[in-house]
Nanobody, 127 residues
């Protein structure tokens, strides 16, 4: 059974850090483009970051550039999102997603290009 299960969310104070994990089950993540998306209360789904198959490409939304880092550990079949200098505006449910695979050496931040989704992990940035 193909499955992504995010973890690592929680409550953190402004300026703090969290690392989200997205381990794959039933699929080898290095063969897939992996995207991180988030949905804040009352807002639509926003693309945050992605990494292509084989790590040829990474992308960051302007809102997180310089603060977030996406990475992959093939030995653990896991993709991470390191989030630093968090602000209340980063409060959201964070989802990881994998493509079919269809994308080769590129990644995009269009949710429709991703076929497998995790259940989400809540990140709350507050005093």
């Amino acid at each position: 059974q193909l499955q992504l299960v995010e973890s690592g969310g929680g409550l953190v104070q402004p300026g703090g850090s969290l690392r989200l994990s997205c381990p794959g089950s039933g699929l080898t993540l290095d063969d897939h483009a992996i995207g991180w998306f988030r949905q804040a209360p009352g807002k639509g789904l926003e693309g945050v970051s992605c990494i292509s198959s084989g790590d040829a490409m990474t992308y960051y939304a302007d809102s997180v550039k310089g603060r977030f880092t996406i990475s992959r550990d093939n030995a653990k079949n896991t993709v991470y999102l390191q989030m630093n200098s968090l602000s209340p505006e980063d409060t959201a449910i964070y989802y990881c997603a994998a493509d079919l695979p269809r994308l080769q050496d590129v990644c995009v931040m269009t949710s429709g290009d991703y076929d497998y989704w995790g259940q989400g992990t809540q990140v709350t940035v507050s005093t």
